[in-house]
């Protein structure tokens, strides 16, 4: 009994200190709800919905981890809050599997491939939580339902989010989410966006973050030096911090030497910040555990800070007619090509003014003849966002009716 009183103190003084700052961890794997203990980064808690779980104040770095925090087929109630997951590289900052009843509250995850994901997973709430500079922000995958997004932030995100589930909802009493790629307006001057969010159905945008990242966040790109390409150029965002590395065939990599606009030769240890600039050249060579050394090597790094550029293309059958009108008919599939200097978008569009749907391949026009609008844009993996392009088409399906005259 004495050993389990000096533990709760030990973990109360913890607690206790958490209210002012965080504390580093490694990443927190949690399968089934006996899995929830101290030792998985449970602060208190019994479980129910009248005390559920609290998983709270921990930094998590994910780097060369595949998750931040995964929990896998629970059903006890739990709350994550007040954490900060910084650069799931590999998979998922947050990442549910066949979860019910649980809620993730006021956390900041930023710079990676996906913020939080939902897989199969139900009654889970997401709220008040600050997004950047992922791939994805929220993806709530297959299965997944009756979970509430509201009053988060995303920031930069190039496919902020992302709904395949059914009976989910992404605002709560009238308020949204904020979406740092949102065009709308606000003619009323509540705060709340005028017309929906496309990509996903969001009502009500706000206007003004509700959070923040905080100052120490950006983005994070690895660069594969074997990977690149013979030009040698690669396009990353402001602010990013590089990863590097590099393969080799035999005995494996020892070190990776690096210097950057003519300056000092230095091994590389950890993820770097880029110089204030909208071009950088950096050199470098890699050594392997014989001793072996590449030739130098340069690459030159941009600063993609321009939204991609989208062009609509019609396939066969159509017609450019002379007064610059292009006919289509319900066969004519509609192409989207867009080109941006990370290489890297996601294309949406619409027809008519109906729903926005995400651009995976050609597509047709269906419905009546006539005049027919494709509205289209697209945002690249670091958050520009092209305004939206409108093309005029104007869709024939009628064969040509002969009638003979008499003189």
């Known amino acids: ?35 929830f203990t101290w030792e998985n980064g449970v602060v208190k808690g019994s479980g129910t919905p009248e005390d559920p779980y609290i998983i709270e104040g921990w930094i998590i770095d994910t780097r060369g981890h595949d998750y931040g925090i995964y929990i896998d087929g629970t059903r006890a109630h739990f709350v994550i809050r007040n954490c900060q997951i910084r650069y799931p590289q590999e998979r998922a ?22 913020a939080i994901h939902l897989l199969a997973s139900q009654n889970i709430v997401i709220t008040g939580n600050a997004i950047g500079y992922c791939d994805f922000g929220v993806l709530l995958g297959g299965m997944s339902q009756r979970n509430l997004v509201y009053g988060n932030a995303f920031f930069a995100c190039g496919f902020p989010a992302k709904d395949e589930g059914r009976d989910n909802r992404w605002h709560h009493e009238g308020r949204g989410n904020y979406w740092s790629d ?68 035999g005995v494996g990599v020892d070190k990776i030497f690096y210097r950057l606009d003519g300056g000092e030769f230095r091994a590389y240890t950890d993820p770097f910040p880029l110089p204030d600039r909208a071009m950088v050249r950096m050199e470098y060579y890699a050594v392997d555990k014989l ?10 790094i941009y600063l ?6 989208t062009r609509i293309l019609a396939g066969q059958p159509s017609y450019l007619a002379p007064d610059g009108k292009l006919w289509i008919t319900s066969r004519t599939p509609i192409e989207l090509k867009s080109e941006d200097a ?22 047709f026009v269906p419905g009546p003849e006539g005049p027919r609008k494709i509205e289209y844009y697209a945002i690249d993996a670091y958050g520009n966002r092209e305004e939206v392009q409108t093309a005029i088409v104007w869709k024939d399906d009628s064969p040509p009716v002969t009638q003979p005259s008499v003189p």
């Open 1 to 35: 009994m004495r050993g389990v009183w000096l533990l709760l103190a030990a973990v109360g003084l913890a607690v206790g200190g958490l209210a002012q700052g965080w504390s580093p961890r490694d990443p927190i794997y949690i399968h089934g709800d006996k899995a």
């Open 93 to 114: 900052g947050i990442f549910l599997s066949n979860v019910h009843n649980g809620r993730i509250e006021g956390n900041a995850i930023f710079g990676g491939k996906i």
């Open 304 to 309: 993609d800070i321009h939204p991609p550029v």
């Open 342 to 363: 990370s290489g890297v978008v996601n294309i949406f569009y619409r027809i008519d003014g109906g729903e926005w749907r995400h651009y995976t391949g050609p597509f």
């Open 182 to 249: 949102y065009r709308g307006q606000d003619l009323n001057r509540d705060k709340i966006g005028d017309t929906p969010y496309e990509l996903v159905p969001d009502p009500y945008p706000l206007l003004e973050p509700p959070v923040k990242l905080p100052p120490e966040a950006t983005p994070m790109r690895t660069v594969d030096l074997a990977k690149v390409a013979e030009r040698g150029i690669v396009a990353l965002a402001p602010k990013t911090l590089v990863r590097l590395v590099a393969q080799d065939v």
């Open 291 to 300: 001793g072996n050394r590449e030739p130098t090597k340069t690459l030159t």
